[in-house]
């Protein structure tokens, strides 16, 4: 058997999938480069001079002794300060957007609020807010972390490779989109769909807590670690998590039950653990059956 060529169409189109599928959506170049470096570098060359007397040119021998220097660093070259243009998170944002989760008595209230809300650096570099998708009346709400490329795009939460393999695991135990509700606990997607911060996640933190007490489903799905460690305030694993049932209090007090589940992306990774987020869902059929 021969190796298949890396040139062939198939080779390369399955490649082009998986970047897609990964959130790829910029091609790097062979050496890496400073991007931080070059925007510092174009803002000195703007910013105006300090005004002042002319100054003394520097003696030949300081410029041998230091070649490598510009003029950015050369001790006593005029410094500039160059200012961020995105707001660094603290917790006075955190506190405003505790304020104003709180007071949405809506799902619509709130997503207007989410969508004025700027106290989050990732909304700076998202093309859509993520809110939801689904029935908010339905009994089940299912919660994962943050939006893909695709769903940043469609504004939508799982519409991509993941969105298409929750789907047929709701199916599988008789729902579908018009019969749950979908959020993520940070709404804008993350740039290169990294992992959000600590911080990102608190900041966003108020706004899914809220939708949750809002719908008020009868049983939460928490998609992957980072949904279930946020929502049911734990540190442990998900693999040690999945399939053991908790509890998501609500600020009103209200318990609802959550199973902890693997994200589907983690699933299409892994196939051989499909085995494992299809008894959770078989609890949450069953449970559902229990509550009606």
């Given at each position: 058997?021969?190796?298949?060529?890396p040139?062939?169409?198939?080779?390369?189109?399955?490649?082009?999938?998986?970047?897609?599928?990964?959130?790829?959506?910029?091609?790097?170049?062979?050496?890496?480069?400073?991007?931080f470096?070059?925007?510092?570098?174009?803002?000195?060359?703007?910013?105006?001079?300090?005004?002042?007397p002319?100054r003394?040119?520097?003696?030949?021998?300081?410029?041998?002794?230091?070649?490598g220097?510009?003029?950015?660093?050369?001790?006593?070259?005029?410094?500039?300060?160059?200012?961020?243009?995105?707001?660094?998170?603290?917790?006075?944002?955190?506190?405003?957007?505790?304020?104003?989760?709180?007071?949405?008595?809506?799902?619509?209230?709130?997503?207007?609020?989410?969508?004025?809300?700027?106290?989050?650096?990732?909304?700076?570099?998202?093309?859509?807010?993520?809110?939801?998708?689904?029935?908010?009346?339905?009994?089940?709400?299912?919660?994962?972390?943050?939006?893909?490329?695709?769903?940043?795009?469609?504004g939508?939460?799982?519409?991509?490779?993941?969105?298409?393999?929750?789907?047929?695991?709701?199916?599988?135990?008789?729902?579908d989109?018009?019969?749950?509700?979908?959020a993520?606990?940070?709404?804008?997607?993350?740039?290169?769909?990294?992992?959000?911060?600590?911080?990102?996640?608190?900041?966003?933190?108020?706004?899914?807590?809220?939708?949750?007490?809002?719908?008020?489903?009868?049983?939460?799905?928490?998609?992957?670690?980072?949904?279930?460690?946020?929502?049911?305030?734990?540190?442990?694993?998900?693999?040690?998590?999945?399939?053991?049932?908790r509890?998501?209090?609500?600020?009103?007090?209200?318990?609802?039950?959550?199973?902890?589940?693997?994200?589907?992306?983690?699933?299409?990774?892994?196939?051989?653990?499909?085995?494992?987020?299809?008894?959770?869902?078989?609890?949450?059929?069953?449970?559902?059956?229990a509550?009606?």
């Amino acid at each position: 058997m021969t190796a298949a060529s890396p040139n062939s169409p198939t080779d390369i189109a399955d490649i082009l999938a998986f970047y897609a599928s990964a959130g790829v959506d910029k091609a790097l170049e062979d050496a890496p480069v400073n991007r931080f470096a070059e925007a510092a570098l174009k803002a000195v060359e703007r910013a105006p001079a300090p005004a002042g007397p002319p100054r003394e040119e520097k003696a030949p021998e300081r410029q041998a002794a230091s070649p490598g220097l510009d003029a950015s660093n050369v001790p006593d070259a005029p410094t500039r300060t160059i200012s961020a243009t995105a707001a660094i998170p603290d917790e006075a944002q955190a506190a405003l957007a505790r304020q104003m989760a709180t007071s949405a008595s809506t799902l619509e209230e709130l997503r207007q609020r989410m969508a004025a809300f700027d106290g989050c650096n990732l909304k700076a570099t998202a093309k859509n807010l993520v809110f939801a998708d689904g029935n908010p009346e339905a009994a089940v709400m299912l919660v994962g972390e943050a939006p893909g490329r695709d769903e940043d795009i469609e504004g939508l939460p799982f519409v991509g490779r993941s969105g298409r393999l929750l789907d047929r695991m709701l199916a599988a135990i008789g729902l579908d989109r018009t019969s749950v509700y979908i959020a993520n606990v940070i709404p804008w997607r993350p740039p290169g769909n990294r992992t959000p911060t600590p911080h990102e996640t608190e900041i966003c933190r108020p706004f899914i807590e809220r939708q949750i007490e809002l719908v008020n489903p009868k049983v939460l799905v928490n998609l992957g670690g980072p949904s279930a460690k946020t929502l049911l305030k734990t540190s442990e694993g998900i693999l040690r998590l999945r399939g053991n049932w908790r509890v998501h209090t609500t600020a009103s007090g209200t318990a609802i039950p959550a199973m902890p589940t693997l994200h589907p992306a983690y699933l299409l990774r892994t196939p051989a653990h499909k085995k494992l987020a299809w008894r959770d869902f078989l609890e949450v059929k069953a449970k559902l059956r229990a509550l009606s």
